[in-house]
């Protein structure tokens, strides 16, 4: 059982930047694939941003590309997500998911280890 906890959100204004962590219970650069969901209030959770197994591929929403980083520190067993120019539509609870496939897909129903979540809220 990899056990996943987010850090980092809070309360940004728009046009504004925060960045995510989330720490991995164990090894994970090579053995799972990492993703980044978030759900804002009273919608379902959508898919953010998601990382290969050994960090060398990349798939973002359109929602989010360009303006999103996600990267995976495989000594620290620690993902991350740099968010840039940020707008009130980036409000959600943003949560870390993990898979032990090796296919980097953006369904939440693929994803067999969740966090507890991590607020991000972006005021104008």
């Known amino acids: 059982q990899v056990h996943l906890v987010e850090s980092g959100g809070g309360l940004v204004q728009a046009g504004g930047s925060l960045s995510l962590s989330c720490t991995a219970s164990?090894?994970?650069?090579?053995?799972?694939?990492m993703a980044w969901f978030r759900q804002a209030p009273g919608k379902e959770r959508v898919f953010v941003a998601v990382?290969?197994?050994?960090?060398?591929?990349?798939v973002y929403s359109d929602s989010v590309k360009g303006r999103f980083t996600i990267s995976k520190d495989g000594p620290k067993n620690t993902i991350h997500l740099q968010m840039n120019s940020l707008n009130p539509d980036d409000t959600a609870v943003y949560y870390c998911?993990?898979?032990?496939?090796?296919?980097?897909?953006?369904?939440?129903?693929?994803?067999?280890?969740w966090g507890q979540g991590t607020q991000v809220t972006v005021f104008s």
């Open positions: 164990e090894r994970i650069f090579t053995t799972q694939t």
């Open positions: 998911a993990a898979r032990s496939q090796p296919t980097t897909v953006d369904v939440t129903r693929d994803y067999d280890h």
């Open positions: 990382i290969s197994r050994f960090g060398g591929s990349t």
